[in-house]
């Protein structure tokens, strides 16, 4: 004990100090809390949208949105499905074709070729979430030589594809 001031003292006196801190900045406090709720509940729509910029910065204009494929629904030759065959029987974008990514990097063109799929065709390709179509995609122009101008994706699912080509 120094000078009649104990522990307890000292302790009591921090908490006064703490709650009247907190009570002089509630406002901020609460503003705070709540834009840190709003920035966690969006986070799935951050990785989302990153993840749509990257693709973007890797393939520029040819990556379509949903939006950029209405503006261009009639210029595509062939829709190109690459996601394996069990998901494209539970459901596709109608007139599309499908051609497995893992068969696009293992047979190349001869597997392209037995659905019609040249390079004298501009081509869609969509998978379920854009990973798959832009390996597909990459190795078609740098291992293929198909011409890049004629090659777009799109990370759009196949549901919501069929609504833009119906």
């Known amino acids: 004990m120094e000078g009649g001031v104990t522990f307890q003292t000292r302790v009591d006196q921090y908490n006064e100090s703490l709650i009247q801190l907190l009570w002089n900045h509630k406002i901020k406090l ?8 709003i920035g966690y509940a969006n986070i799935p729509y951050l990785k989302d949208t990153k993840r749509r910029m990257q693709e973007k910065a890797t393939h ?22 690459v996601r ?21 990097l293992e047979k190349g063109k001869d597997a392209l070729k037995s659905e019609d799929v040249d390079k004298t065709k ?9 990973r798959r179509a ?33």
């Open 30 to 37: 609460v503003l705070f809390t709540g834009l840190t709720m």
């Open 60 to 81: 520029g204009n040819q990556h379509l949105s949903k939006e950029d494929v209405q503006e261009r629904v009639d210029i595509f030759d062939v829709i190109l499905d």
């Open 84 to 104: 394996s065959a069990d998901e494209y029987k539970q459901g596709h974008v109608q007139k599309s074709v499908h051609v497995d990514y893992k068969d696009i």
């Open 122 to 130: 501009t081509i869609l390709v969509y998978c379920k979430s854009g």
């Open 134 to 166: 832009s390996i597909a995609v990459n190795h078609m122009i740098d291992e293929l030589h198909y011409n890049p101008q004629n090659i777009y994706l799109t990370h759009e699912p196949h549901d919501v594809l069929n609504e833009v080509f119906e």
